[in-house]
């Protein structure tokens, strides 16, 4: 199977970026939609966006768009999910995966990383 690893996570204040880094270890990633999704603790993973295997279209959950911008590089076998204003709300782990549906559910997408964690303070 694809092998995922996030990276880019940290310790932010409300109203600052961070950049999310999930690369891909195989060629094979630049043929799949990839997608991001969070889960905060006692609450449900929550899709956050999706982006097509060719990055031609893009879907963003209510509560990030305006906000949140999913990109990928298929030569760099990486998608990127840059993150702007960010409220304390917006803290979670947050995961990649491939091979689902633009715009979700997760249990369309059959591969997923360990996850990074954003965490965004008052």
């Known amino acids: 199977q694809v092998q995922l690893v996030e990276s880019g996570g940290g310790l932010v204040q409300a109203g600052g970026s961070l950049r999310l880094s999930c690369a891909a270890s195989?060629?094979?990633?630049?043929?799949?939609?990839m997608g991001w999704f969070r889960q905060a603790p006692g609450k449900e993973r929550e899709y956050v966006a999706g982006?097509?295997?060719?990055?031609?279209?893009?879907y963003y959950a209510s509560s990030v768009k305006g906000r949140f911008t999913i990109s990928r590089d298929n030569a760099k076998n990486t998608v990127y999910l840059q993150m702007i204003s960010l409220k304390p709300e917006d803290t979670a782990v947050y995961s990649c995966?491939?091979?689902?549906?633009?715009?979700?559910?997760?249990?369309?997408?059959?591969?997923w990383g360990q996850g990074t964690q954003v965490t965004v303070s008052s």
């Open positions: 995966a491939g091979g689902g549906v633009l715009y979700g559910p997760s249990r369309t997408y059959a591969y």
């Open positions: 982006i097509s295997w060719s990055g031609s279209d893009t």
């Open positions: 195989e060629r094979t990633f630049s043929y799949y939609t």
